[in-house]
């Protein structure tokens, strides 16, 4: 409002609302103009963003239901702690992938964006060591016997456990799982003097453990798993491959599969996956403005159309009701 | 009850029995204030519901979001109201204490002495010189007039304090050793009230009576109830909606909505648009009166947009329509007609000859003018008389006559003295016996000093004059007179005399002096004695005179009646007069247009029979083109409004146009009641203190600041120098700020419904939990600042320049009937938002899926999509942009960046780096694009489907104004000035026929150019009032959804 103030003093056609003013009005031009300036730049950038996400190769296994032994129900082999849970499946390059691979792991009906889960955490226990009793908003998973949870809540709790060995044409390859997490969070959302104490030491197990030794800043897997995804289905990285990948080649995966989502009926997937400028395969963005452009264009066609067979002209004073037979509309 | 008020006596038990003259309008103690205010708060509805909402939210296992931000903006918005509460009170307490403690000089034991107006008690004298303010109601003891005063002692019987501030019966008895015993009797006349000022003495001196609170004027201060405009109803309605909304939300999903939270924001800011509406009223330099150098005020800042929303217009007429400067032009003098020829009496050469060779009848006649008043003469010093009169007429007459040589030339005490010529007569003025509103004349009664006669002086309405009439006298001849003048439209009263004899007097002045105190029903007892005394006069003449038009009037009534607006004339002249006037202003049409029908009777079965019969014409003829307008006058009305309301109620609903005429204050507040128990928006105009009651009554008061003084525009929302203001004040002030508020308050509902909308969504991918999407202080910025900003500019915005509204008034039509705000334009931006926030909810989730679902990733590209899409609304609904509103849209969405921004560096906060992380991002930059074009499109192709093809009146104008088609001329404004001189000469060939048909012939004759012009759009005006009817069963059923 400051700046009106100004304009009170200093103009006085403020005051008479008087101010110089652009108007505008759709007329025909302006519209079908405009409708066809959004086809012209929305079925370009359409294209292109379905070719970003064609050229971006994936490889996408599902394993929940392949990890499975025939002898027992799923979720007592994976609450057992005796069973193997070491699992093998091939999966074929197709096409050639460069350089860095991101591995995800993605997974299906996981509500972490529930009200009672997302706000179980303590950030400022995560922050800072001498917030350790900072706890309050962590239940169920908040203390032990011995002292506090670090890192409490549960989120933390669900850790995710699976791991996946990759070995590429009878080579073991390196996972790369360093940096796999915003270098932000592993500055300033986790300390770096801060330890995992009573961590997954109670009667159920959620998931993962922590070592004890690391503090929580380098505990990427962690802090990658804090940062709460908003939709049910949701993928993680889990670290990068290095190296490229060429068509036909083999990829011997050795799957730990020790997360229980078999008790909710999740399902687990494991994701190859190169990048581009619009980031993972996503069809979506480019397919949604091949629609909207489309829609602009074809609008645009219709009202040329309307305008050529229908014309009618704008500001007829014969259309004012009160110079015609019938009063109002 | 009454009070013994003991005059300068300190030790009297009475002293400690009344207040002191400490006189406060606060509101609040100190300590009084924090439970006062909050309770006042929360005794309303809405605020009751926040609280309700705000505790709910305290409870952490049911929040979805961080009580801060809900109990924050509670807070804050409580704290802005109570502070301007207690700015109010301190402001009020300041004023307080400066009144308290001015200095008074009080008399004690004969000396003044000093002292603060708080310390005055009831009994104490108070002297005061010119130009002081009255500390308090005093009964005045004497001036500085030369016939002085002492102390005296004395009671004063008067009654409790009341408000009635022109009654005041008390009666003063001094003690011993003056006057024994004697009471006499105080009237209001013998008061000077708190407050006022002293003029034209140079002292007074004054007993205390009502001091403090207790005063007149204490008692009869109140805070007016607030007005609410239509449109805050309609608001208030659709807020109960979209609750009702919400708590289904709640009670099937289980999250608080946000909607709430939103409508306090939306109160503030409709608050500070609304203060804003009435400042451009106050500086609009069009509405300046040049003439007094007064401009337009709106006393009341919240009701603009009902101004927008008027059907009906009460407007009183003198001094409203007319200038109130009342000029004498015609009298009749026995039977003989002067001025009919030049129109000015003063001019006619007979008249001139007449006084000149002393014709006894013309001599009694001005003798009459010059002295049957309370008009006062100064001399000034250059040795002319000036003359200082309460009223115009009363002035008219004195001047006129002293131009007619016979000039009242001084009065002292009960002396006057006149001059004819160069003769002075000196007349003693025994008594003088009042004007009222009942009695419609006034008397006095003198003694002439030559040869000690004693004469009955008076003057008034012909009905109230003419029956008094001796019986010898033929008083056909003055009827006629009476009559054909107020067909002139001219003012007229009539001038009677007779010769007393002095038992006759004596007898009647003992019963006079008694009326006059006594302290029960003394106004009907002293109407009584006068009654007694008027009679057997011998009526002199009558006299004509004439209240100009203002400039500009009959275009303004014309312009507002195309704009659909019903005018209702209420006034307290004879009906003639009214009828004249009405047509002299376009109020009604001649015939054989118009149609004028009358109510009148004069017993009660007459009135109801007339009322039946009028009844039934205009049922008939309201499907012809024909205007038609009733007329009645006090007596019928009030026997209609009390034993026929129902029927007179029907006739008001079918009638565009009615004259009132010898209507009484209350009738006139009666009426505006009435037609607002119909559901119709009513604005009251006036000038006067007679109107003052109408225009509290009325949804909107307008009082003209004029030369009746400013009873009127103080009592009133909005104070206007000229009628012709009028229309500015509704077409242009009226209908922007019904527009604006139309499109600010549905604005408002379409953003938070927008956010609620995308919360609800998230909640079915969340498990139904109630997370919310949006971070606290995002939401909080939301709807503070993203949303607020660009449409609080849009009180600048102008869908059609004033030019075309006051070309097409019939535009206001879209207002009256509340087409910009009503259910169906709800259901309209209710629509809007659930397309928008699925268009940016799906796009959200799918753009951001996968590996880039991270929650406040997500959800700040909702909100970035929200912020960019009501940009982008604002800017379509937007129809002139200044530099202004560019500033404010613009500024804000890179405001919405830069906040975030900052937040973004916060480590501490939530969205650490977030937003520097999306805007890194191509992807986020071609969701927002995305989201954009999929919002925007369609509503762009909406709009320019219906304005091309459907287009509504408002934008056909639109699109002829800029684009500068041939804005058509059909039934401008016929730019032609006329005066009530052309009138009054060209209606004056006419002769009046008989009583009952006085106006005929007058209206089949159209003589005046505009009128046949205006006959000539006879097809459009048939169309206008069919539409206008449309209109208002259109607004009843809106009113009744």
């Given at each position: 409002?400051?700046?009106?103030f100004v304009?009170v ?8 609302q008087?101010l110089?003013a652009c108007k505008?009005?759709?007329?025909p031009t302006v519209?079908?103009?405009?409708f066809?300036a959004?086809?012209i730049?929305f079925?370009?950038l ?5 070719f970003?996400s ?10 929940d239901d ?5 002898s027992?129900?799923a979720?007592q082999h994976i609450?057992?702690k005796?069973?193997?849970k ?6 074929a ?5 460069k350089g860095?691979i991101?591995?995800y792991?993605?997974?299906?009906n996981f509500?972490?964006?529930?009200r009672?889960?997302v706000?179980?955490?303590?950030d400022?226990q995560?922050k800072?060591k001498a917030?350790a ?7 169920p ?5 011995k ?5 409490c ?12 060995k990759?070995?590429v ?8 799982k360093?940096?796999i997490a915003?270098?932000s ?5 986790f ?8 961590f997954?030491?109670g009667?159920?197990i959620?998931?993962a ?7 929580l ?8 798993w804090?940062?709460?995804a908003?939709l049910?289905?949701f993928?993680k990285?889990?670290g990068?491959i290095?190296?490229d ?7 011997e995966v050795v799957?730990e599969?020790n ?10 997937w ?6 581009s400028?619009i980031?993972g395969?996503?069809?979506f963005?480019?397919?949604?403005y091949l629609?909207?452009g489309?829609?602009?264009l074809?609008?645009?066609?219709t009202?040329?159309l309307?305008y050529?067979l229908?014309?009618r002209?704008l500001?007829?004073?014969s259309y004012?009701s009160w110079n ?6 | 009850?009454k009070?013994?008020?003991?005059i300068?006596?300190?030790?009297s038990?009475t ?14 103690t100190?300590?009084?204030?924090l ?8 005794s309303r509805?809405?605020?009751q ?6 505790c709910l939210q305290?409870w952490s ?8 931000s809900?109990?924050g ?6 704290a802005?109201s109570?502070?301007?509460?207690a700015w ?9 204490k ?9 008399v004690?034991?004969?000396?003044k002495k000093p002292?603060r107006?708080?310390?005055?008690r ?7 010189r010119e ?5 308090c109601?005093?009964?005045v ?9 002492c102390y005296?002692?004395?009671?004063i019987e008067c009654?409790?304090p009341?408000?009635?501030i022109?009654r ?7 003690f011993p ?25 140079e002292w007074?001196?004054?007993?205390a009576v009502?001091t403090?609170n207790?005063?007149k004027?204490?008692m009869?201060?109140g805070i007016p ?10 608001i208030?309605k ?9 708590l289904?939300?709640v009670v ?5 909505g ?5 409508t306090e924001a ?5 608050d ?5 509406y009435?400042k451009?009223?106050d500086w ?6 040049q ?9 009341n ?9 008027v059907?009906?217009?009460m407007?009183d ?5 007319t200038?109130n ?13 002067y001025?009919?020829?030049s129109?000015?009496?003063?001019k ?16 009694r006649?001005l003798?009459?003018?010059?002295i049957?008043?309370?008009v006062i003469?100064?001399q000034?010093?250059n040795g ?8 115009q ?13 016979m000039v ?11 001059r ?7 007349y003693e ?7 009222t509103?009942d009695?419609k ?7 002439d ?13 012909d ?6 009439a ?8 003055l009827n006629?007179a ?7 439209g001219?003012?007229t ?8 004899k002095?038992d ?12 006059s105190s006594?302290l029960?029903d003394r106004?009907?007892?002293?109407a ?8 057997d ?5 009558v006299?004509?005179?004439e209240d ?6 009959p ?5 507002l009646?195309r704009a659909?607006i019903?005018?209702?004339m209420?006034?307290?002249?004879k ?6 006037i009405?047509?002299s202003?376009n109020f009604?049409s001649?015939e054989?247009?118009?149609q004028?029908?009358?109510i009148d ?7 109801c029979r007339?009322?039946e019969?009028v009844?039934?014409?205009m ?8 205007d ?6 006090g ?13 007179f ?10 004259i009132?005429?010898r209507?009484?204050?209350s009738?006139k ?12 928006r ?5 000038d ?10 009325a949804d909107?008061?307008?009082?003209i600041?004029?030369?009746?003084g400013?009873q009127?525009a103080r ?5 206007i120098?000229k ?15 019904y527009?604006?508020t139309a ?8 953003k938070?419904l927008?956010i609620?909308f995308i919360?609800?969504?998230f909640s079915?991918?969340s498990g139904?939990s109630?997370t919310?999407l949006?971070?606290?202080v995002s ?5 503070v600042f ?9 009180v600048?915005?102008k ?6 509204v006051?070309?097409h008034?019939?535009i ?8 910009l ?6 259901a309209g ?14 796009i ?8 880039k679902s991270?929650?406040e ?5 909702a909100l ?9 609304v ?5 129809n ?6 560019h500033l404010?849209?613009w500024?804000?969405?890179i405001?919405?960046y ?8 916060i480590p501490s906060?939530?969205?650490y780096?977030i937003m ?6 191509p992807s986020?930059?071609?969701?927002i694009?995305?989201i954009?074009?999929?919002?925007m499109g369609?509503i ?5 489907f219906?304005?091309t093809y ?8 639109q699109q002829?104004?800029?684009?500068g088609?041939?804005?058509l001329?059909?039934g ?6 006329r005066s009530m ?8 060939i ?8 006085v106006?005929e012939?007058?209206l089949s004759?159209s003589p005046s150019?505009?009128r ?10 048939f ?5 206008s009817r449309l209109s ?6 809106c009113k009744?959804?």
């Amino acid at each position: 409002m400051a700046i009106s103030f100004v304009f009170v003093v200093t103009d006085s056609r403020f005051s008479q609302q008087e101010l110089p003013a652009c108007k505008f009005i759709v007329t025909p031009t302006v519209v079908i103009s405009t409708f066809v300036a959004i086809a012209i730049v929305f079925i370009p950038l359409g294209l292109a963003s379905l070719f970003a996400s064609d050229n971006v190769v994936e490889i996408v296994h599902r394993y929940d239901d392949l990890c499975l032994p025939e002898s027992s129900t799923a979720v007592q082999h994976i609450q057992s702690k005796d069973s193997n849970k070491t699992c093998a499946a091939k999966l074929a390059v197709s096409k050639a992938m460069k350089g860095p691979i991101f591995i995800y792991y993605q997974l299906d009906n996981f509500y972490q964006n529930h009200r009672r889960y997302v706000k179980s955490r303590s950030d400022k226990q995560l922050k800072y060591k001498a917030d350790a009793d900072d706890t309050d908003s962590c239940s169920p998973e908040a203390t032990t016997d011995k002292g506090p949870i670090v890192p409490c809540g549960l989120v933390a709790w669900s850790l995710f456990n699976d791991t996946y060995k990759f070995v590429v044409q009878n080579k073991v390859v390196d996972v790369n799982k360093k940096n796999i997490a915003w270098e932000s969070d592993r500055n300033h959302k986790f300390g770096s003097d801060v330890y995992p104490q009573n961590f997954q030491s109670g009667g159920l197990i959620g998931g993962a453990k922590l070592e004890t030794s690391k503090p929580l800043s380098e505990q990427e897997d962690l802090i990658v798993w804090m940062r709460t995804a908003a939709l049910p289905t949701f993928r993680k990285l889990y670290g990068r491959i290095e190296g490229d990948l060429q068509v036909n080649d083999n990829i011997e995966v050795v799957v730990e599969n020790n997360y229980n989502t078999y008790s909710f009926g999740g399902k687990k997937w494991l994701i190859l996956s190169t990048t581009s400028w619009i980031g993972g395969k996503n069809e979506f963005i480019g397919i949604a403005y091949l629609t909207i452009g489309g829609l602009c264009l074809f609008l645009a066609i219709t009202f040329i159309l309307i305008y050529v067979l229908r014309p009618r002209q704008l500001g007829d004073p014969s259309y004012l009701s009160w110079n015609k037979q019938s009063p109002m509309p | 009850m009454k009070r013994y008020v003991y005059i300068n006596d300190d030790e009297s038990p009475t002293q400690d029995l009344y207040c002191d003259n400490r006189i406060s309008n606060r509101k609040y103690t100190v300590w009084n204030f924090l439970p006062k205010n909050l309770w006042e708060q929360f005794s309303r509805f809405m605020n009751q519901y926040f609280l309700l909402i705000a505790c709910l939210q305290l409870w952490s296992l049911i929040t979805p979001v961080n009580p801060a931000s809900t109990w924050g903006p509670l807070i804050f918005i409580f704290a802005v109201s109570a502070s301007k509460e207690a700015w109010d009170d301190y402001n009020r307490f300041l004023s307080d204490k400066k009144a308290n403690e001015k200095e008074v000089w009080i008399v004690k034991h004969g000396l003044k002495k000093p002292s603060r107006a708080q310390d005055v008690r009831v009994g104490d004298i108070v002297w005061l010189r010119e130009n002081d303010e009255v500390p308090c109601d005093l009964v005045v003891l004497g001036t500085s007039d030369p016939q002085g005063l002492c102390y005296i002692e004395g009671v004063i019987e008067c009654p409790n304090p009341d408000k009635d501030i022109r009654r005041f019966d008390a009666n003063l008895r001094l003690f011993p050793p003056f006057i024994d015993n004697d009471v006499c009797p105080l009237t209001i006349k013998n008061t000077v009230l708190q407050s006022c000022y002293l003029r034209n003495t140079e002292w007074a001196c004054g007993v205390a009576v009502y001091t403090g609170n207790e005063t007149k004027l204490g008692m009869s201060r109140g805070i007016p109830e607030p007005k609410l405009t239509a449109m805050d109803a309609m608001i208030d309605k659709l807020t109960g909606a979209i609750f009702v909304f919400q708590l289904v939300v709640v009670v099937v999903l289980g999250i608080a909505g946000n909607v709430w939270k939103d409508t306090e924001a939306r109160k503030v800011s409709l608050d500070l648009v609304k203060s804003l509406y009435a400042k451009f009223i106050d500086w609009d330099v069009e509405m300046f009166d040049q003439e007094t150098g007064s401009s337009s005020h709106a006393a009341n800042t919240a009701i603009s947009e009902d101004l927008g929303q008027v059907e009906y217009i009460m407007t009183d007429k003198t001094g409203t329509l007319t200038e109130n400067k009342m000029v004498f032009r015609r009298c009749c003098i026995s039977g003989t007609f002067y001025g009919n020829e030049s129109g000015d009496a003063l001019k006619d050469v007979r008249l001139q000859n007449a006084v000149a060779s002393g014709s006894p009848d013309v001599i009694r006649f001005l003798t009459v003018m010059a002295i049957c008043n309370t008009v006062i003469p100064v001399q000034s010093k250059n040795g002319n008389v000036l003359y200082k009169a309460q009223s115009q007429d009363e002035e008219a007459l004195v001047q006129a006559a002293a131009k007619l040589h016979m000039v009242l030339f001084s009065k002292s005490g009960n002396l006057l003295e006149i001059r004819f010529n160069a003769s002075a007569i000196k007349y003693e003025v025994l008594d003088i016996l009042e004007f009222t509103s009942d009695r419609k004349r006034m008397s006095v009664v003198v003694r002439d000093t030559r040869d000690d006669k004693i004469f009955l002086l008076s003057k008034g309405a012909d009905e109230a004059i003419l029956p008094c009439a001796s019986a010898g006298q033929q008083t056909r001849t003055l009827n006629e007179a009476a009559d054909q003048y107020a067909q002139l439209g001219l003012r007229t009263l009539c001038l009677a005399w007779r010769e007393l004899k002095e038992d006759e007097y004596q007898e009647w002045s003992l019963m006079f002096r008694e009326a006059s105190s006594t302290l029960v029903d003394r106004e009907w007892r002293i109407a009584e004695v006068c009654q007694r005394l008027e009679h057997d006069l011998e009526v002199l003449g009558v006299t004509a005179i004439e209240d100009r038009l203002q400039d500009g009037v009959p275009e303004t009534i014309e312009m507002l009646r195309r704009a659909g607006i019903n005018f209702w004339m209420l006034t307290g002249d004879k009906q003639n007069t009214a009828i004249q006037i009405a047509l002299s202003c376009n109020f009604i049409s001649p015939e054989p247009k118009g149609q004028l029908l009358l109510i009148d009777g004069k017993t009660e079965d007459e009135v109801c029979r007339s009322l039946e019969r009028v009844l039934l014409t205009m049922r008939i003829t309201s499907s012809e083109p024909k205007d038609v307008a009733f007329v009645v006058d006090g007596w019928a009305l009030e026997i209609a409004l009390k034993n026929h309301r129902k029927d007179f109620t029907e006739l008001a609903i079918l009638s565009r146009t009615a004259i009132c005429c010898r209507v009484t204050p209350s009738q006139k507040a009666q009426l505006v009641e009435l037609l607002k128990s119909c559901d119709y928006r009513t604005l009251a105009i006036g000038d006067g203190g007679n109107d003052v009651r109408m225009i509290q009554q009325a949804d909107i008061g307008v009082g003209i600041s004029g030369r009746e003084g400013l009873q009127a525009a103080r009592a009133a929302d909005y104070s206007i120098g000229k009628f012709r203001f009028l229309k500015r004040l509704i077409l242009v002030h009226g209908r922007y700020s019904y527009n604006r508020t139309a499109f600010l308050s549905q604005y408002s509902f379409y953003k938070s419904l927008l956010i609620c909308f995308i919360q609800i969504f998230f909640s079915f991918i969340s498990g139904v939990s109630g997370t919310s999407l949006f971070n606290s202080v995002s939401l909080m910025a939301y709807n503070v600042f993203y949303t607020s900003i660009p449409v609080l500019v849009s009180v600048l915005d102008k869908d059609l320049s004033e030019k075309t509204v006051m070309q097409h008034p019939q535009i206001l039509f879209y207002c009256q009937a509340g087409r910009l705000l009503n259910p169906s334009t709800f259901a309209g931006w209710f629509g809007r938002s659930l397309f928008h926030a699925i268009v940016v909810f799906i796009i959200s989730i799918n753009a951001f899926a996968y590996e880039k679902s991270e929650m406040e990733e997500v959800a700040m590209v909702a909100l970035s999509g929200c912020i960019w899409l009501q940009a982008f609304v604002v800017i379509i609904e937007t129809n002139s942009f200044t530099v202004l509103q560019h500033l404010a849209i613009w500024g804000n969405l890179i405001g919405f960046y830069i906040i975030n921004w900052i937040v973004s560096t916060i480590p501490s906060s939530g969205m650490y780096t977030i937003m520097f992380r999306l805007c890194s991002q191509p992807s986020y930059w071609i969701t927002i694009f995305l989201i954009v074009g999929a919002g925007m499109g369609p509503i762009l192709a909406i709009k320019y489907f219906r304005y091309t093809y459907t287009p509504s009146k408002i934008n056909t104008l639109q699109q002829a104004e800029r684009l500068g088609g041939p804005i058509l001329s059909l039934g401008n404004i016929d730019p032609q000035q006329r005066s009530m001189e052309k009138e009054v000469a060209a209606l004056s060939i006419t002769q009046p026929k008989s009583r009952n048909s006085v106006y005929e012939p007058l209206l089949s004759e159209s003589p005046s150019g505009t009128r046949r012009s205006f006959g000539s759009a006879a097809p459009f005006e048939f169309f206008q009032s069919q539409a206008s009817r449309l209109s208002s069963s259109y607004s009843r059923n809106c009113k009744d959804n």
